[in-house]
């Protein structure tokens, strides 16, 4: 497994941007796929973007709508989430996962989780 850990979070103005990142120790990093989930309070955890090992692949949740996107820097062992023109709906806290099944991470049950970073966006 990895340890990650994410930052970047804080409270924001709806239509403004932020970007996270997650920065991952252990071990190989680029054997790893990566991706962001989120949990606003009272609702289920969801998933948000998800990204390959070598970062040709991405996927995002439908209400990303062109919005967010994901990419990693393997030398530097960090993965980033780019988000724009962000709504009130987008507050949660956003996790940062990995794990060398690609499925399995897009499915939720990824073997490594950060410990979560706080995202607030007033309107």
């Known amino acids: 497994q990895v340890q990650l850990v994410e930052s970047g979070g804080g409270l924001v103005q709806a239509g403004t941007s932020l970007r996270l990142s997650c920065a991952a120790s252990?071990?190989?990093?680029?054997?790893?796929?990566m991706g962001w989930f989120r949990q606003a309070p009272g609702k289920e955890r969801e998933f948000v973007a998800g990204?390959?090992?070598?970062?040709?692949?991405?996927d995002y949740a439908a209400f990303v709508e062109g919005r967010f996107t994901i990419s990693r820097d393997n030398a530097k062992n960090t993965m980033y989430l780019q988000m724009n023109s962000l709504k009130p709906e987008d507050t949660a806290v956003y996790y940062c996962?990995?794990?060398?099944?690609?499925?399995?991470?897009?499915?939720?049950?990824?073997?490594?989780w950060g410990q979560g970073t706080q995202v607030t966006v007033s309107s």
């Open positions: 996962v990995a794990d060398p099944n690609y499925s399995m991470l897009v499915g939720g049950i990824a073997g490594s």
């Open positions: 252990g071990h190989s990093f680029n054997r790893y796929c």
């Open positions: 990204i390959g090992w070598a970062g040709g692949v991405t």
